[in-house]
């Protein structure tokens, strides 16, 4: 897919992939071989019919191929975009084992994207409204599959969300140069059409109980994502300018910190930029600190190249853009000046012994040390369960490292209560929060058919 | 929705919002806060909630004109609506009672003070407030505090008004008469609460500090209101925000504060030129 050049797109906060034009998208499209058991479909937790949109593509009818997408995933132009289709669809493809699969993902992106500049809607089928009434906690991806799915299905949805603004990761975490927050506007715009009414600024467990949402809807589905940041716990984590990358992730897209002043929140613009961790979160924070004006960007892990989880993709556009990687260290502390600014991070450098429980090499202390002079540090290690849920209802079991726990539905230990995407595995992808949404929407839809003999009380406020 | 339904001026760039949220008003306890946007723009910030009344409806804020979105905050009419308002948030202050229980409040943490001393004396507690500020004329809610409590005492920097000190001064004073509290209960300045919180140590006395720090989430997804107790990080938003005011590492906190003094400043300058240049066009 054409790129726009480093030299470039490290100077503004535009998006970085170009997609394709309508005569790239129609000649990828041609590759495909149309396989009769279509092992793509299998790959792709929302099941998109692969090779039907494709070969709409290739009869250049773009409009009938936006259906065909729109069916299966009603975000296309964010799944387009940010799944990891090396991982999903692309990996059963069959070209894969002959050299080079079919770029699915841009395919996906060049469809709605060719939608969205036309004004193609998708016609709301006339469908009748039901009486049930659900809940949905949380507009990250999870939530909103399962919120458009129960929709079309006629339910009554309310959308509970915490921030000013619904999309949860995708408007709070992916950075605006991978994934414009416009798109993610225009996206969402389509849960509105159905009717689905989302109410930001209710943190549930806070404002409203889990237990008096059952009192006002039939069933409740819980995607609260994994957005806890997990911490170092070693000394001189909170000096300034220390940041989990959820705080600058969030200062910098949610917050638009980049525009500062025209925005009210500030972000500190750091010269030397240290991104601890190996995963996707701190490719964002690396590419989004070279942005706001950084000298240099050092993306620090504790293991090798080979076992950094981070899509290669997203490393490749990192290292083009001059951020350094610095292999087998481990920050063990951190030191600041007399204002409590961070300037060093402490290093234990490592090497790699036996496997451990994720099948990759463990890394070892080797005893020595280094350490690196910075101005600003982004911990990038990861994240816990979102807790606030958990916390205030104990009814909902979760396991030791604070996921919900649930069958393979999506049913929580609690009734009427569900739960799917970050909350219950910790931390997956876009796409198989999705996944989550349309299961549990399924088993929502299946438990009140018969639960409606019963007649669930609930009362409308 | 989050209508403003009064304002008042109670000092120089203090001011006293009412605000219609029923959702809030509803659930309200002492010691919480909610995260407030005046417009689209604005930063997410952190205020106690003052007051609240659930059946009307409306809570109660008390906020200080400092940076660019407090200002926008005071900015708003009665009538208009804010972007967002989110809360109850952080966990509801601990109201046993203790016996006698000192409340220390101080600037524009004394309104922060005031739901706590009328909780505290509400469940059976001799409440002693003790309230101060820079000068008289920024001493607010005095009134308030009087109708709660069953002793007030009034300090300011200055003198112009009761007793010339700071409140930790005033503190120390009656520990050192002899006075036994089984609790102390502080909120304001973290420089205030660091004093506050030697002094009750000093003195084997339990205190426990509302911490203020930089908030962004204000639900424990972003980790800004980070403080480290007793060794230990946590998240004051959810974790806190009161915890035991000798474990609170009062100096990293204070240090938290003035990280972004520089951008704050900036912004408001350019902020206040562009008020200025709207007044000159009118
Ligand atoms: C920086 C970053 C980059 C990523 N990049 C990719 C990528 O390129 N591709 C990919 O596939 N995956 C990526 N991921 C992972 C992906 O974003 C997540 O797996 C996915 O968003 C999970 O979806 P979710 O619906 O479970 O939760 P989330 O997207 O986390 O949404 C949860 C929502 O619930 C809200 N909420 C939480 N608690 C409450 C409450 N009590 N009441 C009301 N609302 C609440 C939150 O505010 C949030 O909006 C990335 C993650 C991060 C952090
Ligand atoms: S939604 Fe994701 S997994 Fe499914 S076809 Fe599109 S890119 Fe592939
Ligand atoms: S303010 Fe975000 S975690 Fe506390």
């Known amino acids: 897919m054409p790129k726009r050049s480093p030299e470039e797109r490290i100077r503004d906060f535009n998006e970085v992939a170009l997609g ?33 949109f494709i070969k709409f593509i290739r009869e250049r009818k773009f409009e009938e191929a936006y259906r ?82 129960l929709a079309k299905l006629g339910y009554d949805v309310t959308v509970f969300e915490a921030l000013h603004e619904a999309g949860g990761v995708l408007v709070y975490g992916i950075p605006e140069f991978r994934l414009p927050k416009k798109i993610v506007r225009e996206e969402l715009a389509y849960m509105k ?132 990687f610095i292999f087998l260290v481990q920050p063990i502390g951190f030191k600041g000046d007399s204002q409590g600014n961070v300037s060093d991070v402490l290093l234990m450098k490592m090497a790699l012994g036996e496997p451990d429980e994720s099948g990759r ?29 958990p916390m205030t209802t104990p009814e909902i079991r979760t396991d030791n490292r604070g996921r919900i726990v649930v069958d393979s539905d999506g049913r929580t230990s609690m009734r009427r209560v569900y739960a799917g995407g970050d909350i219950v595995v910790g931390e997956g992808t876009v796409i198989e929060a999705m996944g989550w949404g349309r299961k549990a929407a399924l088993a929502v839809h299946k438990d009140l058919a018969i639960e409606k003999k019963l007649s669930i009380a609930v009362h409308k406020r | ?74 900015l708003k009419e009665v009538g208009e609506s804010l972007y967002y308002i989110v809360g109850p948030l952080g966990n509801p202050t601990y109201v046993g009672k203790f016996g006698t229980v000192i409340i220390v409040g101080g600037g524009v943490g004394i309104p922060a003070a005031y739901p706590i001393a009328r909780a505290f004396k509400e469940v059976g507690n001799y409440v002693i407030s003790i309230i101060g500020a820079r000068t008289s004329k920024l001493l607010i809610y005095e009134d308030r505090i009087r109708e709660v409590s069953n002793e007030v005492h009034v300090t300011t920097d200055d ?50 500090a509302s911490l203020n720090p ?40 204070i240090k938290r504060l003035n990280m972004y003094r520089k951008e704050e400043q900036e912004a408001l300058n350019r902020f206040r030129d562009a008020l200025a240049s709207i007044a000159m066009q009118r």
């Not at chain 1, 129609?26 to 090779?51: F, H, L, T, W, Y």
């Not at chain 1, 990996?91 to 060719?114: M, N, S």
């Not at chain 1, 463990?362 to 849920?389: L, S, Y």
């Open chain 2, 214 to 253: 930089i908030m962004v989430c204000g639900m424990g997804m972003c980790g800004a209101c980070r403080v480290t107790v007793a060794g230990r990080t946590r998240f004051a938003c959810f974790e806190g925000p009161e915890f035991d005011a000798d474990k609170v590492d009062w100096d990293e906190l």
């Open chain 1, 20 to 52: 394709y034009d309508e005569q790239m998208a129609v000649k990828e499209a041609s590759r495909c071989i149309q396989c009769p058991e279509a092992p793509c479909i299998k790959g792709c937790p929302v099941g998109i019919n692969i090779p039907k």
């Open chain 1, 193 to 324: 059409d159905l009717g689905i009414d989302i109410e930001l600024g209710i943190v549930v467990g806070k404002t409203v109980s889990i237990h008096e949402l059952l009192e006002e809807y039939h069933a409740i589905f819980i995607a609260t994502g994994a957005g806890h940041p997990r911490m170092l716990g070693v000394p001189g984590e909170n000096l300034n300018y220390i940041y989990t990358a959820n705080e600058f992730l969030t200062r910098v897209n949610l917050m638009k910190a980049y525009l500062f002043p025209e925005y009210d929140t500030p972000i500190h613009r750091g010269r030397r930029v240290a991104v601890i961790g190996g995963g996707n979160t701190a490719m964002d924070a690396a590419r989004a600190a070279l942005r706001l004006g950084a000298e240099e960007v050092y993306v620090l892990y504790r293991r090798t190249r080979e076992e950094m989880p981070a899509r290669r993709e997203e490393i490749d556009n990192a290292e083009e853009e001059g951020v350094k």
């Open chain 2, 1 to 74: 929705m989050n209508k403003v339904l009064s304002k008042k001026v109670l000092a120089p760039n203090v001011k006293e919002m009412d605000v219609y949220v029923p959702r809030i008003a509803r659930v309200a306890k002492p010691g919480q806060f909610v995260i407030v946007m005046p417009d689209e723009k604005g930063e997410r910030i952190p205020l106690t909630l003052v007051d609240w009344n659930s059946f009307e409806g409306w809570i109660r804020l008390v906020f200080l004109e400092i940076g660019v979105t407090t200002y926008k905050l005071g």
């Open chain 2, 159 to 208: 003198g112009s008004k009761g007793f010339k000190g700071f409140t930790s001064d005033m503190l120390a004073n009656l520990l050192e008469s002899g006075l036994k509290p089984d609790l102390i209960w502080m909120v304001g300045p973290a420089p205030m609460m660091k004093s506050c919180s030697a002094i009750a140590k000093k003195y084997g006395v339990k205190a426990v």
């Open chain 1, 361 to 389: 090499p463990r890394p070892i202390p080797t005893g020595e040390t280094t350490d690196i002079q910075v101005d600003v540090v982004i911990n990038a290690i990861g994240f816990h369960p979102n807790p606030v849920i």
């Open chain 1, 68 to 149: 065909v997408v729109k069916e299966g995933s009603p975000i296309p132009a964010i799944t387009g975009r940010v799944c990891p289709q090396e991982k999903q669809c692309e990996k059963y493809c069959t070209l894969a084992k002959l050299g080079q699969p079919i770029a699915i993902g841009a395919l996906e992106r060049f469809v709605a994207d060719w939608a969205k500049e036309r004004g193609v809607h998708v016609d709301l089928q006339q469908i009748d409204k039901r009486s049930e009434r659900v809940a949905v906690i949380g507009s990250g991806p999870a939530g909103i599959v399962f919120a458009t799915d």
